[in-house]
């Protein structure tokens, strides 16, 4: 059974959020807009015994009473709202490409857990993200981009075979329906868990591991699975409800 969230695992996210929204924030909000950010599942969903709160909330709600941002010197709690401090922003600005990632990528729960660890736990740490954007702007260095266009160009050689590369969900293959002159870049590549890259550690390695994470999928599907806030362990259900779709 996956285990509970801990406190220390939600201090990132909880000044990710602070951070982002540049406001005091009421620890009701806080639980509400960590929910949505995160989508706990497991015990953590479940609702405690004679209460409102699931165990995730709780564990929220003992922020405060812990003192746990303040003991760190994170933020300060006044008037029943809490403020991020100096020391917070910047620990948040220290990992923010890694955080973003992290969020916007719909990840299992327990993806974003263990992703979550990995930044707190990792001194040198990069990420690799998607070429996708869901309406809002997003910016990269330049190496963020380079590196991660080469785990693209890597998974593409990947997957392909003959030269053609379908759709993982839908079939969909780009050359066979608009032409070898249209038809050549279509593709795009998904994220099932996140994707670090370690210090130390070479991008040959990493893309190497990295490959049994990902899945070719056209723009269509791309879009659906985020917009559906689809993870790996749906994306079989996904499939299927395709298969059905398409032999109405």
């Known amino acids: 059974m996956e285990g509970r969230i801990t406190e220390q695992e939600l201090v990132l996210p909880s000044l990710y959020l602070m951070y982002s929204l540049n406001k005091h924030i009421r620890t009701d909000e806080l639980i509400k807009r960590l929910t949505e950010l995160m ?9 405690l015994a004679n209460r409102k709160d699931t165990h995730f909330s709780q564990i929220v709600r003992n922020l405060k009473s812990h003192n746990t941002f303040s003991r760190n010197g994170y933020a300060t709690y006044v008037n029943g709202k809490y403020q991020i401090t100096v020391a917070g922003s910047q620990y948040v600005e220290k ?12 990840f299992a729960y327990s993806d974003i857990k263990e992703g979550l660890n990995t930044i707190k736990t990792s001194e040198k740490i990069q990420h690799f993200y998607e070429f996708v954007s869901e309406g809002e702007a997003r910016f990269y260095h330049t190496k963020s981009y380079e590196r991660s266009k080469k785990l693209r160009d890597c998974a593409i050689e990947h997957f392909s075979h003959n030269g053609l590369i379908v759709c993982n969900c839908c079939g969909f293959e780009f050359k066979s329906f608009y032409g070898e002159r ?6 795009e590549i998904h994220h099932m868990k996140p994707i670090f890259m370690y210090g130390g550690v070479s991008i040959k390695q990493t893309i190497y591991k990295a490959l049994e994470n990902l899945l070719p999928v056209c723009p269509n599907c791309h879009r659906v699975i985020h917009k559906n806030s689809i993870c790996a362990s749906m994306i079989p259900d996904f499939k299927e409800t395709i298969r059905l779709q398409k032999s109405l």
């Open 95 to 106: 990992n923010i490409d890694n955080l973003k990632y992290l969020f916007t990528t719909d």
């Open 182 to 187: 249209f038809g050549k870049s279509g593709i």
């Open 39 to 47: 989508h706990p599942t497991g015990i953590d969903a479940e609702i």
